[in-house]
């Protein structure tokens, strides 16, 4: 019995002891989790600063986001697009639109496809295309002359109808001949 009541009297004892436990516990817990919430804090600043950072190509994240439109035709540009400044990339995009309307002219259905380059021209090839371009409107006036004089008056673009209908005349030339 006495070991019993010695127990009963130190239940407060017991008591005093286990609150201090629980009050450390709780003291261990609450600086965790203080900690926790200044580690969250600082990650959530960081993301804070980066939605708002225009270093990277000039727009902050948070314009690039609001202004897209994914449904839209896009260029996936991944790591590429720290080359490409907003507000210094009028040089690129007038090279662009050059290429995109050179690469029309490399169809091979265009009329230029069959251009001939002029990458190893010489100074007199240039000065003979010069004096060749000079005289295509003299050239022009006497075909358009000689022509008048055989079928009567011709015009430029009289000449360019008859120079499209080329194959066929040439082909039925060539029918007629075949004939007799």
């Known amino acids: 019995f006495e070991q019993i009541n010695r127990q009963i009297e130190q239940i407060d004892e017991y008591k005093r002891l286990n609150l201090s436990l629980d009050a450390i516990y709780l003291e261990r817990n609450f600086a965790d989790e203080c900690r926790?919430?200044?580690?969250?804090?600082?990650?959530?600043?960081?993301?804070?600063?980066?939605?708002?950072?225009?270093?990277?190509?000039?727009?902050?994240?948070?314009?690039?986001?609001?202004?897209?439109?994914?449904?839209?035709?896009?260029?996936?540009?991944?790591?590429?697009?720290?080359?490409?400044?907003?507000?210094?990339?009028?040089?690129?995009?007038?090279?662009?639109?050059?290429?995109?309307?050179?690469?029309?002219?490399?169809?091979?259905?265009?009329?230029?496809?069959?251009?001939?380059?002029?990458?190893?021209?010489?100074?007199?090839?240039?000065?003979?295309?010069?004096?060749?371009?000079?005289?295509i409107p003299e050239t022009a006036r006497s075909v358009c002359d000689q022509a008048a004089r055989v079928v009567g008056p011709l015009n430029v673009a009289d000449l360019e109808i008859v120079s499209a209908s080329e194959p066929a005349i040439r082909s039925q030339r060539g029918n007629q001949r075949q004939v007799a």
């Open 36 to 135: 926790r919430i200044e580690k969250l804090s600082d990650e959530l600043e960081t993301f804070r600063q980066a939605l708002f950072d225009d270093a990277a190509c000039g727009l902050p994240i948070k314009e690039l986001y609001l202004t897209s439109n994914p449904a839209e035709a896009h260029v996936p540009l991944k790591s590429a697009y720290k080359h490409f400044r907003f507000g210094e990339t009028d040089d690129f995009m007038r090279r662009l639109a050059a290429y995109a309307f050179h690469r029309r002219l490399d169809q091979p259905a265009h009329l230029w496809h069959r251009r001939v380059s002029f990458h190893d021209f010489s100074q007199a090839d240039q000065t003979r295309i010069a004096q060749t371009l000079t005289e």
